[in-house]
């Protein structure tokens, strides 16, 4: 009898910041496959926050203990970057009805794009439901505590960055 293949999840977003929600997914995911990949996009037409390197070096600080979780970077379509990696499976977060709309349009189109990768829809504590990168950002931004809303990490280099005055964080 041959082995069972080995899952292989890509769980792809922005993550300018990381916050507890996508540590609540990445987290079940974990469980639910036998690696997963933290795929971060590189965007050139949007000016993040936190660099590239920066939003790997958070991920791969929350994640030290995670055996099988990843942190990698990607630019181009989400379906080439899963089949250079071997992966089968797209994990995408729902919060809300909300995301409903976008979450279809693009896992339609990625199936468009390939039929043989899948997108998996999980949905964090609802803890979470509230909770984006956007939201977070801003709060912080106006002085509000993001305890327990993002890592630990996260808040430390958002509190750098204000103290070196970064644009996008000042009220
Ligand atoms: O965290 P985000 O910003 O909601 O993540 C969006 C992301 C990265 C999943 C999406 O923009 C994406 O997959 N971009 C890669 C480009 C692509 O493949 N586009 C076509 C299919 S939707």
Do not use: C, W
């Amino acid at each position: 009898m041959s082995e069972p293949r080995s899952r292989l999840a890509v769980y792809p977003g922005s993550f300018d910041p990381l916050t507890n929600g996508h540590v609540d997914i990445i987290r079940r995911g974990a469980l639910l496959f036998d690696r997963i990949v933290i795929a971060i996009l590189v965007n050139m037409d949007k000016s993040p926050l936190f660099s590239e390197d920066e939003r790997v070096e958070i991920a791969r600080e929350v994640f030290r203990e995670d055996v099988n979780v990843e942190v990698e970077t990607f630019h181009g379509l989400l379906v080439d970057y899963a089949a250079r990696r071997g992966a089968d499976v797209i994990v995408r977060g729902l919060r809300a009805i909300s995301d409903f709309e976008l979450e279809m349009q693009m896992a339609l189109m990625n199936r468009r794009l390939s039929q043989s990768i899948e997108t998996v829809f999980m949905m964090p504590d609802e803890r979470y439901t509230y909770l984006s990168s956007r939201l977070a950002k801003e709060v912080f931004a106006l002085g509000g505590s993001l305890h327990g809303l993002v890592p630990a990490v996260v808040e430390t280099r958002l509190r750098q960055k204000a103290g070196a005055r970064v644009p996008g964080l000042q009220a």
